[in-house]
């Protein structure tokens, strides 16, 4: 009988496997302490927003004709039945916010969305395509670029109709060339290299190379400028809602809910303050969690 322990183990059977890609990258996303931050904070406003039926103490547009512009519970003349106060008139500011995160969100995943899917297919289009159409489509994305992006949002809002899907579809365009100009510079990093010479020697149809080759290998730098879009959206969304652009009253969307209160600045600290705050802490947060996945996702960043 041989003894196992006189045969040394090889060297092969020692080695530790090699981390996965997920692992590799969460190692490297949380050594951000700002990302971890933000990623935390954008996953309770979803987990408030998925569950803001069972969250809400009442309904969004229920309104107390007994207890307008009521302040905050710790306040003066607060009570606990309106945690943070009511509008002018007399709806809960909490079910209210709770709702506008809701919107928020389903805002910036719905305009990122569209905004990703036609900028990454015209940008790997215009990175195979012939040079005259090339030309015509980035001249095009270089016009829609040369105006400020809100003002161009809000000519657009204006021709189509001041709605919440209006908004929505102006800020993807809007936000869209950014996309189409990022997709094409990494089609063209891509293109001219050995796998992908080597898939057309193979015989490879243009389509499949285009998609299936290529731009997996660009996603990195979408996947960060789509973080980075979401933020954008709900910014932009909700100053077109404050501008009577975006979503109409009575909808609660924190944008719409700052115009509304415009008037009250003075006499209602309350129902200017926590609108305004939902959008700044929201931004702020998928803005670090961006800045993480771009250190991560990015080789020249990471650290050796």
Not at 57 to 78: H, I, K, M, N
Not at 123 to 137: E, M, Q, S
Not at 235 to 255: I, S
């Amino acid at each position: 009988m041989t003894d196992s322990a006189s045969h040394p183990a090889s060297p092969a059977s020692t080695q530790k496997a090699p981390p996965s890609r997920l692992r590799e990258f969460w190692s490297s996303f949380k050594e951000n302490r700002g990302a971890v931050i933000g990623l935390i904070v954008f996953l309770g406003f979803l987990f408030v927003a998925i569950l803001a039926p069972l969250l809400a103490p009442y309904a969004p547009d229920t309104q107390y004709r007994d207890a307008q512009l009521v302040p905050p519970f710790w306040q003066e003349g607060g009570s606990t039945r309106f945690l943070l106060g009511t509008d002018a008139v007399g709806r809960d500011l909490l079910s209210r916010l709770i709702y506008g995160a809701r919107f928020s969100f389903f805002i910036g995943l719905l305009v990122v969305t569209l905004a990703t899917s036609l900028g990454v297919l015209l940008g790997v289009i215009a990175g195979f395509a012939p040079r005259w159409l090339d030309t015509l489509i980035m001249r095009l994305m270089d016009i829609v670029l040369s105006f400020p992006s809100l003002l161009l949002a809000l000519v657009l809002v204006a021709i189509l109709g001041p709605s919440l899907l209006n908004a929505m579809i102006a800020i993807a365009i809007v936000l869209q060339p950014h996309f189409v100009r990022l997709t094409r510079a990494a089609v063209l990093t891509e293109r001219s290299k050995d796998y992908v010479i080597a898939a057309r020697v193979a015989g490879g149809r243009p389509i499949r190379i285009m998609f299936r080759t290529v731009l997996p290998n660009c996603l990195a730098p979408i996947i960060v400028q789509a973080a980075l879009s979401f933020s954008t959206a709900v910014l932009d969304t909700a100053a077109l809602g404050f501008l009577g652009m975006g979503a109409q009253p009575p909808t609660p969307e924190w944008g719409t809910m700052l115009a509304e209160a415009r008037e009250f600045i003075l006499s209602a600290w309350w129902v200017v303050t926590f609108p305004g705050l939902c959008i700044l802490v929201t931004v702020l947060a998928i803005n670090l969690m961006g800045d993480g996945l771009r250190d991560a996702l990015d080789p020249k960043l990471k650290r050796s």
